[in-house]
Protein backbone atom coordinates (compact mmCIF):
# COMPACT_ATOMS: atom_id res chain seq x y z
CA UNK A 1 0.00 0.00 0.00
CA UNK A 2 1.32 3.46 -1.18
CA UNK A 3 1.42 6.01 1.71
CA UNK A 4 2.27 9.83 1.85
CA UNK A 5 3.59 12.16 3.78
CA UNK A 6 1.76 14.38 5.50
CA UNK A 7 2.38 17.47 4.38
CA UNK A 8 1.23 20.98 5.47
CA UNK A 9 0.09 22.63 2.09
CA UNK A 10 -0.98 25.85 3.84
CA UNK A 11 2.79 26.15 4.61
CA UNK A 12 4.09 26.05 1.20
CA UNK A 13 1.04 28.27 -0.43
CA UNK A 14 3.19 31.63 -0.59
CA UNK A 15 5.50 29.07 -2.54
CA UNK A 16 2.66 27.59 -4.64
CA UNK A 17 0.99 30.48 -5.85
CA UNK A 18 4.68 31.94 -7.23
CA UNK A 19 5.16 28.77 -8.86
CA UNK A 20 1.85 28.26 -10.28
CA UNK A 21 1.31 32.31 -11.82
CA UNK A 22 4.70 31.13 -13.16
CA UNK A 23 3.45 28.20 -14.75
CA UNK A 24 0.16 29.98 -15.97
CA UNK A 25 2.11 32.89 -17.71
CA UNK A 26 4.11 30.00 -19.27
CA UNK A 27 1.27 28.62 -20.90
CA UNK A 28 -0.78 31.71 -21.35
CA UNK A 29 2.07 32.99 -23.91
CA UNK A 30 1.02 29.91 -26.26
CA UNK A 31 -2.17 31.79 -26.87
CA UNK A 32 -0.89 35.27 -26.78
CA UNK A 33 0.22 37.72 -29.97
CA UNK A 34 1.20 41.14 -30.16
CA UNK A 35 -0.13 43.58 -28.22
CA UNK A 36 -2.11 41.53 -25.87
CA UNK A 37 1.48 39.78 -24.38
CA UNK A 38 1.16 42.45 -21.83
CA UNK A 39 -1.37 40.66 -19.95
CA UNK A 40 1.43 38.45 -19.43
CA UNK A 41 3.04 40.78 -16.93
CA UNK A 42 -0.26 41.69 -15.59
CA UNK A 43 -0.66 37.53 -14.77
CA UNK A 44 2.61 37.43 -12.99
CA UNK A 45 1.68 41.13 -10.98
CA UNK A 46 -1.36 39.59 -9.56
CA UNK A 47 -0.07 36.38 -8.83
CA UNK A 48 2.77 37.98 -6.75
CA UNK A 49 0.19 40.38 -5.17
CA UNK A 50 -1.84 37.08 -4.24
CA UNK A 51 1.11 35.59 -2.90
CA UNK A 52 2.06 38.90 -0.73
CA UNK A 53 -1.42 38.44 0.75
CA UNK A 54 -0.87 34.98 1.39
CA UNK A 55 2.26 35.98 3.10
CA UNK A 56 0.24 38.48 5.30
CA UNK A 57 -2.15 35.99 6.11
CA UNK A 58 -0.03 33.67 7.67
CA UNK A 59 2.41 36.19 9.42
CA UNK A 60 1.31 35.04 13.05
CA UNK A 61 1.19 31.44 12.41
CA UNK A 62 4.03 28.87 12.84
CA UNK A 63 4.15 25.81 10.44
CA UNK A 64 6.55 23.96 9.26
CA UNK A 65 6.44 20.46 6.71
CA UNK A 66 8.30 18.06 4.75
CA UNK A 67 9.69 16.75 7.93
CA UNK A 68 10.44 20.19 9.05
CA UNK A 69 12.33 21.17 6.26
CA UNK A 70 10.08 23.97 5.22
CA UNK A 71 8.90 26.55 7.67
CA UNK A 72 6.35 28.85 7.68
CA UNK A 73 8.00 31.93 10.42
CA UNK A 74 7.85 35.74 10.28
CA UNK A 75 11.69 35.44 9.19
CA UNK A 76 10.48 33.19 5.74
CA UNK A 77 7.59 35.39 5.30
CA UNK A 78 9.62 38.69 5.95
CA UNK A 79 11.63 38.00 2.97
CA UNK A 80 8.45 36.16 1.30
CA UNK A 81 6.89 39.91 0.93
CA UNK A 82 10.13 41.33 0.29
CA UNK A 83 11.23 39.08 -2.95
CA UNK A 84 7.23 39.57 -4.27
CA UNK A 85 7.95 43.35 -4.06
CA UNK A 86 11.53 43.33 -5.63
CA UNK A 87 9.94 40.56 -8.38
CA UNK A 88 6.70 42.82 -9.00
CA UNK A 89 8.38 45.61 -9.32
CA UNK A 90 10.81 44.46 -11.47
CA UNK A 91 8.05 42.79 -13.79
CA UNK A 92 6.54 46.57 -13.92
CA UNK A 93 9.41 48.46 -15.05
CA UNK A 94 10.16 45.42 -17.47
CA UNK A 95 6.76 46.06 -19.20
CA UNK A 96 7.96 48.75 -20.87
CA UNK A 97 11.17 47.39 -21.57
CA UNK A 98 10.60 44.78 -23.09
CA UNK A 99 9.61 46.87 -26.28
CA UNK A 100 13.01 48.48 -26.60
CA UNK A 101 14.72 44.56 -26.56
CA UNK A 102 14.05 41.59 -28.54
CA UNK A 103 12.99 39.59 -25.77
CA UNK A 104 10.18 36.92 -25.57
CA UNK A 105 7.77 37.84 -23.10
CA UNK A 106 6.13 35.01 -21.80
CA UNK A 107 9.79 33.09 -21.20
CA UNK A 108 11.17 36.40 -19.83
CA UNK A 109 8.24 36.89 -17.36
CA UNK A 110 7.97 33.07 -16.44
CA UNK A 111 11.79 33.27 -15.78
CA UNK A 112 11.87 36.17 -13.20
CA UNK A 113 8.60 34.02 -11.41
CA UNK A 114 10.70 31.08 -11.50
CA UNK A 115 13.78 32.93 -9.91
CA UNK A 116 11.43 34.48 -7.39
CA UNK A 117 10.30 30.54 -6.12
CA UNK A 118 13.99 29.97 -5.49
CA UNK A 119 14.36 32.74 -3.71
CA UNK A 120 11.24 31.58 -1.23
CA UNK A 121 12.58 28.65 -1.48
CA UNK A 122 15.85 29.54 -0.01
CA UNK A 123 14.47 31.97 2.81
CA UNK A 124 11.94 29.38 4.09
CA UNK A 125 13.97 26.40 4.17
CA UNK A 126 15.41 24.80 7.26
CA UNK A 127 17.61 21.72 5.56
CA UNK A 128 21.14 22.62 3.75
CA UNK A 129 19.57 20.40 0.58
CA UNK A 130 16.28 22.45 0.13
CA UNK A 131 18.80 25.28 0.59
CA UNK A 132 20.58 24.23 -1.93
CA UNK A 133 17.44 23.36 -3.95
CA UNK A 134 16.48 26.75 -3.56
CA UNK A 135 19.60 28.29 -4.64
CA UNK A 136 19.67 26.02 -7.45
CA UNK A 137 16.46 27.11 -9.48
CA UNK A 138 17.01 30.92 -8.83
CA UNK A 139 20.11 30.45 -10.39
CA UNK A 140 19.48 28.47 -13.42
CA UNK A 141 16.63 31.07 -13.65
CA UNK A 142 18.61 33.63 -13.69
CA UNK A 143 21.67 32.61 -15.64
CA UNK A 144 19.03 32.22 -18.66
CA UNK A 145 17.67 35.59 -17.61
CA UNK A 146 21.36 37.04 -18.63
CA UNK A 147 21.84 35.58 -21.58
CA UNK A 148 18.37 36.06 -22.78
CA UNK A 149 19.22 38.41 -25.43
CA UNK A 150 20.52 35.66 -27.28
CA UNK A 151 21.61 38.49 -30.45
CA UNK A 152 23.69 40.61 -28.07
CA UNK A 153 27.14 39.12 -27.79
CA UNK A 154 27.95 40.65 -24.66
CA UNK A 155 24.31 39.40 -22.98
CA UNK A 156 25.55 35.65 -24.20
CA UNK A 157 28.60 36.49 -22.18
CA UNK A 158 27.25 37.23 -19.32
CA UNK A 159 24.91 34.48 -18.89
CA UNK A 160 28.69 31.85 -19.97
CA UNK A 161 30.74 33.92 -17.09
CA UNK A 162 27.77 33.87 -14.67
CA UNK A 163 27.20 30.03 -15.13
CA UNK A 164 30.24 29.19 -14.96
CA UNK A 165 31.58 30.73 -11.83
CA UNK A 166 28.33 30.19 -10.20
CA UNK A 167 28.57 25.99 -11.30
CA UNK A 168 31.94 26.55 -9.37
CA UNK A 169 30.62 28.14 -6.35
CA UNK A 170 27.71 25.63 -6.01
CA UNK A 171 30.67 23.26 -5.63
CA UNK A 172 32.31 24.63 -2.64
CA UNK A 173 28.38 24.96 -1.15
CA UNK A 174 27.77 21.48 -1.55
CA UNK A 175 31.35 20.37 -0.26
CA UNK A 176 30.38 22.21 2.76
CA UNK A 177 27.07 20.51 3.18
CA UNK A 178 28.64 17.24 2.77
CA UNK A 179 31.34 17.89 5.32
CA UNK A 180 28.54 19.38 8.29
CA UNK A 181 26.15 16.14 7.52
CA UNK A 182 29.39 13.86 7.76
CA UNK A 183 29.59 16.06 11.50
CA UNK A 184 26.49 15.69 12.34
CA UNK A 185 24.56 13.29 10.73
CA UNK A 186 21.93 15.58 9.12
CA UNK A 187 21.57 18.58 7.10
CA UNK A 188 18.36 19.74 9.13
CA UNK A 189 19.61 23.08 10.38
CA UNK A 190 18.37 22.20 14.11
CA UNK A 191 20.16 18.88 14.20
CA UNK A 192 23.09 20.46 13.17
CA UNK A 193 23.26 23.09 16.05
CA UNK A 194 21.83 20.82 18.71
CA UNK A 195 25.31 18.50 17.21
CA UNK A 196 27.72 21.47 17.57
CA UNK A 197 26.84 21.73 21.61
CA UNK A 198 27.95 18.58 22.15
CA UNK A 199 30.34 17.51 19.54
CA UNK A 200 34.75 16.46 20.16
CA UNK A 201 37.58 18.04 17.99
CA UNK A 202 37.09 15.54 15.05
CA UNK A 203 33.42 17.29 14.61
CA UNK A 204 34.24 20.12 15.44
CA UNK A 205 37.51 20.39 12.66
CA UNK A 206 34.86 19.22 10.12
CA UNK A 207 32.23 21.91 10.82
CA UNK A 208 34.93 24.08 10.69
CA UNK A 209 35.92 23.31 6.92
CA UNK A 210 32.13 23.05 5.95
CA UNK A 211 31.67 26.53 7.46
CA UNK A 212 34.67 28.07 5.60
CA UNK A 213 33.07 26.06 2.23
CA UNK A 214 29.66 26.98 2.97
CA UNK A 215 31.01 30.77 3.10
CA UNK A 216 32.65 30.57 -0.27
CA UNK A 217 29.12 29.49 -1.65
CA UNK A 218 27.10 32.47 0.32
CA UNK A 219 29.68 34.97 -0.68
CA UNK A 220 29.85 34.11 -4.29
CA UNK A 221 25.79 34.81 -3.75
CA UNK A 222 26.15 37.99 -2.18
CA UNK A 223 28.91 38.99 -4.13
CA UNK A 224 31.02 39.34 -1.37
CA UNK A 225 35.05 40.02 -1.86
CA UNK A 226 37.06 37.77 -3.00
CA UNK A 227 33.98 35.79 -4.34
CA UNK A 228 32.70 39.39 -6.47
CA UNK A 229 35.01 38.96 -9.53
CA UNK A 230 31.80 37.75 -11.79
CA UNK A 231 29.46 40.93 -10.80
CA UNK A 232 30.48 44.16 -13.11
CA UNK A 233 30.62 42.08 -16.30
CA UNK A 234 27.52 39.95 -15.70
CA UNK A 235 25.80 43.36 -14.35
CA UNK A 236 26.84 45.22 -17.73
CA UNK A 237 25.81 42.17 -19.83
CA UNK A 238 22.34 40.94 -18.68
CA UNK A 239 19.69 43.00 -19.23
CA UNK A 240 18.99 46.02 -17.51
CA UNK A 241 15.87 45.15 -15.68
CA UNK A 242 17.85 41.73 -14.95
CA UNK A 243 20.57 43.15 -13.23
CA UNK A 244 17.99 45.04 -10.95
CA UNK A 245 16.78 41.54 -10.18
CA UNK A 246 19.90 40.55 -9.22
CA UNK A 247 21.06 43.14 -8.16
CA UNK A 248 18.11 43.31 -5.30
CA UNK A 249 16.37 39.74 -5.24
CA UNK A 250 19.50 37.17 -5.18
CA UNK A 251 21.36 39.16 -3.02
CA UNK A 252 18.46 39.35 -0.12
CA UNK A 253 17.81 35.83 -1.11
CA UNK A 254 21.66 35.15 -0.23
CA UNK A 255 21.77 36.81 2.93
CA UNK A 256 18.00 35.05 3.74
CA UNK A 257 20.13 31.88 4.07
CA UNK A 258 23.32 33.39 4.62
CA UNK A 259 21.96 34.73 7.83
CA UNK A 260 19.69 32.39 9.02
CA UNK A 261 22.81 28.98 8.77
CA UNK A 262 25.62 31.59 10.79
CA UNK A 263 23.44 33.75 12.76
CA UNK A 264 21.08 31.16 13.92
CA UNK A 265 22.75 27.91 13.38
CA UNK A 266 25.83 28.59 13.94
CA UNK A 267 25.68 31.28 16.48
CA UNK A 268 27.55 29.38 18.88
CA UNK A 269 30.37 29.18 16.67
CA UNK A 270 30.29 33.04 16.25
CA UNK A 271 34.02 33.31 17.15
CA UNK A 272 34.89 31.26 14.59
CA UNK A 273 33.33 32.93 11.82
CA UNK A 274 32.88 36.33 13.11
CA UNK A 275 36.89 37.65 12.49
CA UNK A 276 36.20 36.11 8.97
CA UNK A 277 33.55 38.12 8.12
CA UNK A 278 34.84 41.21 9.98
CA UNK A 279 38.06 41.10 7.27
CA UNK A 280 35.74 40.24 4.14
CA UNK A 281 32.64 43.09 5.09
CA UNK A 282 36.21 45.97 5.52
CA UNK A 283 37.56 44.65 2.11
CA UNK A 284 34.73 44.35 0.01
CA UNK A 285 33.06 47.66 1.51
CA UNK A 286 36.47 49.14 0.84
CA UNK A 287 37.62 47.71 -2.65
CA UNK A 288 33.67 48.00 -3.95
CA UNK A 289 33.65 51.49 -3.53
CA UNK A 290 37.26 52.50 -4.44
CA UNK A 291 36.74 50.67 -8.24
CA UNK A 292 33.13 51.98 -8.59
CA UNK A 293 35.07 55.47 -8.46
CA UNK A 294 37.05 54.47 -11.95
CA UNK A 295 33.75 53.46 -13.75
CA UNK A 296 32.77 55.44 -16.94
CA UNK A 297 29.68 52.87 -17.65
CA UNK A 298 26.44 53.04 -14.96
CA UNK A 299 25.69 49.63 -14.90
CA UNK A 300 29.35 48.44 -13.90
CA UNK A 301 29.48 51.73 -11.43
CA UNK A 302 26.15 50.30 -9.79
CA UNK A 303 27.80 46.65 -9.73
CA UNK A 304 30.87 47.93 -7.84
CA UNK A 305 28.02 49.70 -5.65
CA UNK A 306 25.86 46.73 -5.08
CA UNK A 307 29.02 44.85 -4.22
CA UNK A 308 30.12 47.54 -1.28
CA UNK A 309 26.84 47.69 0.04
CA UNK A 310 27.02 43.37 0.22
CA UNK A 311 29.76 44.64 2.80
CA UNK A 312 27.44 46.91 5.07
CA UNK A 313 25.39 43.91 5.44
CA UNK A 314 28.01 42.13 6.40
CA UNK A 315 29.00 44.40 9.00
CA UNK A 316 25.60 43.96 10.72
CA UNK A 317 26.03 40.32 10.72
CA UNK A 318 29.46 40.60 12.13
CA UNK A 319 27.79 42.52 14.77
CA UNK A 320 25.13 39.94 14.98
CA UNK A 321 22.58 39.54 18.03
CA UNK A 322 19.18 41.40 17.83
CA UNK A 323 20.01 44.25 16.89
CA UNK A 324 22.86 43.45 14.13
CA UNK A 325 20.32 40.40 12.78
CA UNK A 326 17.13 43.47 12.05
CA UNK A 327 19.61 46.11 10.94
CA UNK A 328 20.35 43.37 8.31
CA UNK A 329 16.92 42.94 7.27
CA UNK A 330 16.05 46.67 7.52
CA UNK A 331 18.44 47.25 5.17
CA UNK A 332 17.81 44.72 2.37
CA UNK A 333 14.39 47.04 2.43
CA UNK A 334 16.22 49.99 1.94
CA UNK A 335 18.94 48.48 -0.52
CA UNK A 336 15.76 47.12 -2.86
CA UNK A 337 14.03 50.32 -2.89
CA UNK A 338 16.78 52.44 -3.94
CA UNK A 339 19.18 49.85 -6.41
CA UNK A 340 15.31 49.11 -7.97
CA UNK A 341 14.66 52.74 -8.69
CA UNK A 342 18.37 53.40 -9.91
CA UNK A 343 17.99 50.84 -12.75
CA UNK A 344 14.90 52.27 -13.48
CA UNK A 345 16.13 55.76 -14.68
CA UNK A 346 18.53 53.72 -16.05
CA UNK A 347 16.33 52.01 -18.62
CA UNK A 348 14.22 55.26 -18.77
CA UNK A 349 17.42 56.66 -20.31
CA UNK A 350 17.83 54.46 -22.66
CA UNK A 351 16.24 53.98 -26.20
CA UNK A 352 16.01 51.15 -29.49
CA UNK A 353 19.59 50.15 -30.11
CA UNK A 354 21.07 52.76 -27.58
CA UNK A 355 21.01 51.84 -23.88
CA UNK A 356 23.11 54.87 -23.21
CA UNK A 357 24.71 53.44 -19.89
CA UNK A 358 27.95 55.88 -20.63
CA UNK A 359 28.04 58.45 -17.65
CA UNK A 360 28.96 60.73 -20.20
CA UNK A 361 25.43 59.79 -22.03
CA UNK A 362 23.69 61.62 -18.91
CA UNK A 363 25.06 64.62 -19.05
CA UNK A 364 22.56 67.28 -19.10
CA UNK A 365 19.77 64.78 -18.41
CA UNK A 366 18.72 66.88 -14.78
CA UNK A 367 17.65 69.73 -16.89
CA UNK A 368 16.08 67.98 -20.33
CA UNK A 369 14.32 65.45 -18.20
CA UNK A 370 13.52 67.24 -14.80
CA UNK A 371 11.02 64.17 -13.44
CA UNK A 372 14.19 61.65 -14.38
CA UNK A 373 16.92 63.72 -13.01
CA UNK A 374 15.20 64.80 -9.75
CA UNK A 375 14.59 60.62 -9.08
CA UNK A 376 17.90 59.60 -9.80
CA UNK A 377 19.03 62.41 -7.32
CA UNK A 378 17.15 61.02 -4.94
CA UNK A 379 18.45 57.20 -5.23
CA UNK A 380 22.33 58.76 -5.69
CA UNK A 381 21.84 60.14 -2.22
CA UNK A 382 20.31 57.64 -0.83
CA UNK A 383 22.80 55.02 -1.81
CA UNK A 384 25.49 57.20 -0.53
CA UNK A 385 23.44 57.44 2.77
CA UNK A 386 22.36 61.54 2.93
CA UNK A 387 19.71 62.26 5.15
CA UNK A 388 16.64 61.84 5.58
CA UNK A 389 16.72 59.05 2.85
CA UNK A 390 16.19 55.84 3.59
CA UNK A 391 19.56 54.97 2.78
CA UNK A 392 21.09 56.96 5.73
CA UNK A 393 18.67 55.30 8.26
CA UNK A 394 19.84 51.60 7.16
CA UNK A 395 23.44 52.63 7.47
CA UNK A 396 22.77 54.02 10.79
CA UNK A 397 21.06 51.13 12.16
CA UNK A 398 23.78 48.95 10.49
CA UNK A 399 27.02 51.06 11.99
CA UNK A 400 25.04 51.31 15.65
CA UNK A 401 24.64 47.56 15.59
CA UNK A 402 28.26 47.51 14.77
CA UNK A 403 29.30 49.82 17.89
CA UNK A 404 27.07 48.00 20.35
CA UNK A 405 28.31 44.83 19.68
CA UNK A 406 31.93 46.44 20.38
CA UNK A 407 33.09 46.34 16.95
CA UNK A 408 34.27 50.38 16.47
CA UNK A 409 37.06 50.02 14.11
CA UNK A 410 34.17 48.39 11.87
CA UNK A 411 31.60 50.74 12.11
CA UNK A 412 34.76 53.46 11.27
CA UNK A 413 35.81 51.57 8.24
CA UNK A 414 32.07 51.58 7.14
CA UNK A 415 31.51 55.68 7.49
CA UNK A 416 34.50 56.27 5.42
CA UNK A 417 33.49 54.09 2.80
CA UNK A 418 30.10 56.09 2.79
CA UNK A 419 32.18 59.32 2.57
CA UNK A 420 34.28 57.50 -0.51
CA UNK A 421 30.74 56.32 -1.90
CA UNK A 422 29.74 60.49 -1.94
CA UNK A 423 32.40 61.08 -4.75
CA UNK A 424 30.95 58.87 -7.78
CA UNK A 425 27.24 58.81 -6.51
CA UNK A 426 27.25 62.96 -6.51
CA UNK A 427 29.45 62.48 -10.12
CA UNK A 428 26.16 61.12 -11.52
CA UNK A 429 24.31 64.15 -10.82
CA UNK A 430 27.10 66.37 -11.60
CA UNK A 431 26.79 64.66 -15.20
CA UNK A 432 22.90 65.07 -15.22
CA UNK A 433 22.97 68.90 -13.91
CA UNK A 434 26.52 70.45 -14.46
CA UNK A 435 27.17 69.34 -18.29
CA UNK A 436 25.61 69.94 -21.34
CA UNK A 437 24.29 66.93 -23.75
CA UNK A 438 22.36 66.03 -26.01
CA UNK A 439 20.40 62.94 -25.23
CA UNK A 440 16.77 62.81 -26.77
CA UNK A 441 14.38 59.83 -25.42
CA UNK A 442 10.87 59.41 -24.88
CA UNK A 443 9.40 61.22 -21.94
CA UNK A 444 8.92 58.97 -19.22
CA UNK A 445 4.60 59.55 -18.55
CA UNK A 446 4.90 57.90 -22.01
CA UNK A 447 5.86 54.83 -20.61
CA UNK A 448 3.18 54.34 -18.05
CA UNK A 449 4.45 51.07 -16.35
CA UNK A 450 8.71 52.49 -16.06
CA UNK A 451 6.47 55.91 -14.27
CA UNK A 452 4.83 54.01 -11.71
CA UNK A 453 7.84 52.17 -10.71
CA UNK A 454 10.06 55.28 -10.62
CA UNK A 455 6.81 56.69 -8.20
CA UNK A 456 7.04 53.58 -6.17
CA UNK A 457 10.64 53.27 -5.73
CA UNK A 458 10.99 57.48 -5.17
CA UNK A 459 8.39 57.05 -2.34
CA UNK A 460 9.16 54.34 -1.05
CA UNK A 461 12.88 55.81 -0.59
CA UNK A 462 11.37 59.17 1.29
CA UNK A 463 8.70 57.93 3.29
CA UNK A 464 10.65 54.88 4.26
CA UNK A 465 13.17 56.94 5.57
CA UNK A 466 11.19 59.90 7.15
CA UNK A 467 9.20 56.86 8.81
CA UNK A 468 10.84 54.15 9.39
CA UNK A 469 9.70 52.33 12.48
CA UNK A 470 7.16 50.59 11.35
CA UNK A 471 9.52 48.39 9.48
CA UNK A 472 12.05 48.60 11.66
CA UNK A 473 9.86 46.90 13.81
CA UNK A 474 8.83 44.38 11.52
CA UNK A 475 12.51 43.63 10.77
CA UNK A 476 13.20 42.76 14.62
CA UNK A 477 9.85 40.78 14.99
CA UNK A 478 10.87 38.98 11.84
CA UNK A 479 14.50 37.99 12.65
CA UNK A 480 13.45 37.31 16.13
CA UNK A 481 11.63 34.68 14.98
CA UNK A 482 14.87 32.47 14.15
CA UNK A 483 15.03 31.80 17.92
Request: with cysteine; proline share 3%; hydrophobic share 55%.
Amino acid sequence: MITFPDISWIAILPLLIVTGTAVLTLLADLWMEGPDREALGWIGLVGLLVAAVAAITLWNKHLSTFSNAIIIDRYGLFFTLLFCVASGLTLLMSMNYVELTDIRTGDYYSLILFSTVGMVLMATATDLIVIFLGLEVMSIAVYVLAGICRGEVRSNEAALKYFLLGAFATGFLLFGIALLYGATGSTTLGTIAAHITKGGAQERTLVLAGMALLLVGFGFKVAAVPFHVWTPDVYEGAPTAVTALMAVGVKAAGFAAFARVFMHTLTMMAGDWSGVLWVLAALTMTIGNVTAILQSNIKRMLAYSSIAHAGYLLVGMVAGGEYGGTAVLFYLIAYTLMTLGAFAVVIALGRRGAPNENLDDYAGVGFRYPFLGLAMMIFMLSLAGVPPLVGFIGKFYIFSAAVRSGYVGLAVIGVLNSVISVYYYVGVLVRMYMVEGVLEIPVPSSRPYLFATLLITIAGTILVGLFPGPLFELARQSFLALG
